[in-house]
């Protein structure tokens, strides 16, 4: 009993630590429940999607996939031309995402091969790849769009004639999907939004991985996951699933990127897609994945109580010091600092076991 | 032709492309109206500026630790240097050298605690290099907000506490380095001290790798098995390796800081490794291994591409392209080098 609680905790020990900090900050902060359970309601909805859409690489082994501003990008892009041709509502959203996809399908097939090459160092590669391709797609939005690209709305295009403003208000899908099936409840004084039609395509998602683990495609993800030459000697085509894979991920970050935007209701052209990843993957983290295993569990765990702190820390931040704008860099080192350690703890734990292993080959029981 | 297909194998497509480049704007420039000489001067300025920023790559390459994507840690050391300076009103020559005295020990200190870390994470250094960096720079805007400052022309001027996030290095020690023995001729300028000075951090290194340590240090990181086998302490030569890395790169800022004229701090550092490890990469470095040349082809490649493509390609097709030309050079010549299949494995 003494040592399943011990493991529990240990196993756990990143979302307790979280725990305890927000329940230090809340009274802090002074925010009522009613504030907090709406903002947590709305980031959930927000952001739980592209968290969502990180499991799948994790699952192939190809850890933290921070290739997922691709998929962003491709989001946006189809945000662009859904706004561009004035489709409002539901069908603006899915217009959207049928744009995106193809997009999000090519880029996610580039990056898979690129990863390819890079195997062992996934990570740093599709970190690089993200700053290329946010390159490429500067170079798309800024230049290609209104010039090359049908791009033609005045809202849209920059008053030099082409190129995308930095700032894009989406006009009519603003909440198009959250309000769809709006609930509402009241939680003291306080009127509670819950957006059902969200939180249904959020569950449909987690259904799908849910079944896609039990087919023979995500089988064959775990096992190369677990170990990528026996996986090859069992004759599962690697490259190929791992190109699979990162094709899944980023087409479902670019789904994430439209429902997070349409939330928010305006479109940094230039720096949307830049936080998403190092937030979402943040995120994750901090609901107590790690590089090599993540849950469902872990990605609504770890919405929640990220974007607890986000909320909380820069009022409690200015309540203790007097200064927001601490509060405000300590959740940016949070951000950075969970992922720094993570990866830490992951790479210690791998080198402590290769060594074991090599001791193991010697002969030595101790050492 | 089969010697000529050999060197383009070695030198890589992206470098050559890079180079033919940067050709056809230094000769595009005087028929678009650019002025050579100061695009020249502009460039040769980048340079120093820049240089022993990409310095401060080597030693951490050369023992196998991958590029220093946690260059900002070493920024910071450099940055605390050069606050104490200006706040003891330190000038001229003496408050450059008072902030290398302190920032060297510092980034020694620092790199010293980044190496117990890395030594920890063998063959994943890179990735965690950039988030420990990154957190590190996150942490240090807390700092600058608290620590206790009192030089007006530092702190915010409201609220009396709290550093600004640019200081101006003017009547302290502006360009001490830049301006010793400068030439000036019309549009050119060339700042002598200062690349004396990039001389000088050149050779020490050289001269190190020449040494005994140096020697085990590069050893360890061609082999590391072969290196532990012939009885060399490799976790020690890592250790050293990260602490000259991060020093050098505290050096660096500084030297950096005096000839652009401002200190900035808070999210300033961030993204300062991205170039400096684009241009040793460009300079002909690989993953695991870096010369002293691959740091001034590299510098001098990479500077002059980002002072040449705004004059020129503005003057050409009169938009500004060089942000996102910067933005693919430099991760592009990243992403060349990460996916490169070594042909002797390590």
Not at chain 1, 299 to 321: C, Q, R, Y
């Amino acid at each position: 009993m003494m040592n399943r609680l011990k493991q529990f905790l240990i196993s756990n020990s990143v979302p307790i630590v979280f725990v305890g900090l927000s329940a230090l900050a809340i009274p802090i902060s002074g925010y009522s429940a009613g504030y907090l359970v709406q903002e947590m309601i709305t980031r959930l909805a927000r952001n739980s999607f592209l968290v969502l859409s990180l499991l799948i690489p994790i699952m192939a082994g190809m850890g933290l996939n921070f290739g997922m501003v691709l998929g962003a990008m491709a989001g946006q892009i189809g945000l662009i031309f859904a706004i561009n041709w004035s489709v409002v509502g539901i069908p603006g959203l899915v217009l959207a995402s049928l744009i995106s996809m193809p997009i999000a399908v090519f880029l996610g097939f580039v990056c898979g091969n690129v990863l390819n090459r890079a195997k062992g160092r996934e990570m740093v590669t599709s970190y690089i790849l993200g700053f290329f391709t946010n390159g490429v797609y500067q170079f798309v939005v800024l230049y290609a769009m209104g010039n090359i690209l049908p791009v033609t709305s005045p809202q849209l295009i920059l008053s030099r004639g082409y190129g995308i403003r930095n700032a894009v208000t989406l006009t009519g899908l603003r909440l198009a999907l959250d309000r769809a099936m709006n609930f509402q409840f009241k939680l003291g004084d306080f009127t509670v939004n819950m957006p059902i039609g969200t939180f249904l395509l959020i569950g449909v998602f987690c259904l799908f991985i849910l079944w896609f683990r039990g087919t023979k495609l995500g089988q064959d993800m775990r096992a190369i996951g677990q170990d990528m030459a026996a996986a090859d000697s069992a004759g599962i085509a690697v490259e190929r699933t791992r190109v699979i894979a990162i094709i899944i991920s980023t087409v479902l970050a670019a789904f994430g990127q439209v429902i997070f935007l349409q939330n928010i209701g305006t479109m940094n052209t230039y720096n949307s897609h830049e936080q998403t990843g190092m937030f979402s993957i943040a995120a994750l983290l901090i609901g107590g994945a790690t590089i090599s295993k993540a849950s469902i569990s872990n990605v609504f765990i770890g919405v929640t109580l990220f974007h607890l702190m986000f909320v909380v820390s820069p009022t409690a931040g200015k309540e203790l010091i007097g200064q927001a704008q601490l509060g405000e860099y300590f959740r940016v080192f949070v951000s950075y600092g969970i992922i720094a350690a993570a990866l830490v703890l992951h790479a210690w734990k791998r080198l402590r076991e290769r060594q074991a292993s090599r001791r193991g080959l010697r002969g030595e029981t101790q050492g | 032709m089969d010697r000529l297909k050999n060197f383009i194998e070695d030198f890589g497509w992206p470098r050559i492309i890079i180079g033919i480049f940067l050709l056809c704007l230094f000769i595009t420039a005087p028929f678009v109206g650019v002025r050579v000489g100061t695009s020249i001067s502009d460039t040769l300025v980048r340079v120093g500026m820049n240089g022993v920023l990409v310095l401060a790559m080597v030693p951490m390459v050369q023992s196998g630790c991958g590029l220093n994507f946690g260059l900002p840690l070493g920024i910071i050391a450099g940055l605390l240097g050069a606050t104490t300076s200006v706040q003891f009103g330190m000038k001229g020559l003496l408050g450059i050298l008072f902030a290398f005295s302190i920032a060297i020990p510092l980034g020694l200190a620092f790199g010293f605690l980044y190496a117990q870390i890395l030594n920890r994470v063998k063959g994943e250094e890179m990735m965690i290099a950039t988030y420990v960096g990154f957190s590190s720079v996150a942490l240090m805007c807390m700092a600058w907000l608290l620590l206790p400052f009192s030089s007006p022309v530092m702190i915010w001027g409201y609220g009396g506490s709290g550093l600004r996030t640019t200081i101006s290095t003017d009547g302290f020690w502006n360009h001490v380095l830049s301006d010793f023995m400068s030439v000036q001729a019309g549009s050119f300028y060339f700042p002598t001290g200062m690349f004396l000075f990039f001389v000088l951090m050149l050779t020490v290194v050289w001269a190190f790798f020449r040494t005994k340590t140096g020697t085990a240090m590069t050893a360890v990181g061609s082999n590391p098995e072969f290196a532990r086998a012939s009885g060399i302490d490799v976790d020690r030569m890592r250790t050293i390796s990260v602490m000259l890395s991060t020093a050098l790169g505290a050096i660096g800022i500084i030297v950096y800081q005096q000839s652009f004229g401002f200190i900035q701090l808070y999210m300033g550092p961030l993204y300062m490794a991205f170039p400096a490890v684009a241009a040793i990469l460009l300079g002909g470095a690989s993953v695991n291994k870096a010369s002293i040349t691959n740091v001034v082809v590299g510098t001098f490649l990479f500077q002059g591409i980002l002072t040449m493509t705004p004059s020129v390609i503005n003057n050409l097709i009169k938009t500004d392209m060089s942000e996102v030309i910067r933005i693919i050079v430099s991760n592009g010549m990243i992403l060349y080098a990460l996916t490169r299949k070594t042909r002797v494995k390590r």
